[in-house]
């Protein structure tokens, strides 16, 4: 199982970025998935995340901005970030728990206890 994420880069701020994450080794549907960061300094925090059903959650920090949406016949799931803010800077992360039929609560898919599998980051820095 790996994630691979890519997207990231800088942009000025009110600038927007899609993030994109291919999965491989695993089914992509029917899974719970979801994207986090960490900033310098500070705890890393769920961003958004989808479960096997489609249900979707983002956190309140950037709901309105951000989306999270997945497309399983080309196993990538995705965070399109619009109006970035300076305080959006992080590196994100494109999580996973494989294993099929993931359904949870929309708080659930924000914390990281939930996910299993971790990619290796992609830096985000908005100016």
């Known amino acids: 199982v790996q994630l691979v994420e890519s997207g990231g880069g800088s942009v000025q701020a009110g600038g927007s970025l899609r993030l994109s994450c291919a999965a491989s080794g695993y089914p992509f549907r029917r899974n719970c998935m979801g994207w986090f960061r960490q900033a310098p300094g500070k705890e890393r925090e769920g961003v958004g995340g989808?479960?096997?059903?489609?249900?979707?959650s983002v956190a309140d920090s950037v709901k309105g901005r951000f989306t999270i949406s997945g497309d399983g016949a080309k196993n990538v799931l995705y965070l399109q970030m619009d109006s970035l803010k300076p305080e959006d800077t992080a590196m994100y992360y494109c999580a996973a728990r494989p294993g099929g039929n993931c359904a949870t609560a929309a708080g659930t898919l924000l914390q990281n206890s939930l996910y299993n599998v971790w990619g290796q980051g992609t830096q985000v820095t908005v100016s």
């Open positions: 989808i479960d096997g059903r489609g249900i979707r």
